[in-house]
């Protein structure tokens, strides 16, 4: 009885269409681009914490993935990265993490303590030539004699 209504007030589909939630006329299908073949991106996860460099060799990593390992005993660092082809080996690399301390906060006390002793050499090679030339009565250039002795 529902459908022979539907019928009569202007087709069937109309009243099928109106009632159902899954059918958008508006809908068109997403248009492929064939011109250019996107190639697939690897995937990055989380960083995962190792004891050593063999458990992060031996930790399993899906296709397309790339996963990171951060050794908590040694300063180093892991990636392993598996293609999107399963005959392919995985690619593993290690990385030594060395800490950088900025040069802004070393350079004004350094530069000072640099002039500083600069200063103090040159006292002492003043203090030198001067004993030299008078406990000596040698005609040997000072120099030598600071070399030598």
């Given at each position: 009885m ?9 087709g069937y589909?109309?009243g099928?269409?109106?009632n159902?939630?899954?059918?958008n006329?508006?809908y068109?299908?997403p ?9 697939p991106t690897i995937q990055?996860?989380s960083?995962?914490?190792v004891r ?6 031996n930790?399993?990593v899906?296709?397309g ?7 908590e ?23 030594k993490?060395?800490e950088?301390i900025?040069?802004e906060e ?5 530069n000072?303590?640099i ?9 002492l090679r ?5 004993s030299?030339s008078k ?5 040997r250039n000072?120099k030598?004699e600071?070399?030598?002795?």
């Amino acid at each position: 009885m529902i459908g022979h209504q539907n019928f009569q007030n202007g087709g069937y589909n109309q009243g099928f269409t109106f009632n159902n939630p899954l059918y958008n006329p508006q809908y068109s299908p997403p248009q492929q681009s064939q011109t250019q073949a996107q190639q697939p991106t690897i995937q990055y996860s989380s960083i995962v914490i190792v004891r050593n460099e063999q458990e992060a060799r031996n930790y399993p990593v899906g296709l397309g993935t790339s996963v990171p390992f951060k050794n908590e005993n040694e300063p180093y660092m892991y990636t392993k990265t598996m293609g999107f082809n399963q005959l392919e080996q995985p690619v593993f690399k290690k990385y030594k993490l060395i800490e950088e301390i900025e040069a802004e906060e070393i350079a004004p006390a350094h530069n000072a303590e640099i002039d500083e002793l600069r200063a103090q050499i040159n006292d002492l090679r003043e203090l030198i030539k001067s004993s030299i030339s008078k406990s000596s009565g040698n005609k040997r250039n000072s120099k030598e004699e600071v070399v030598n002795d």
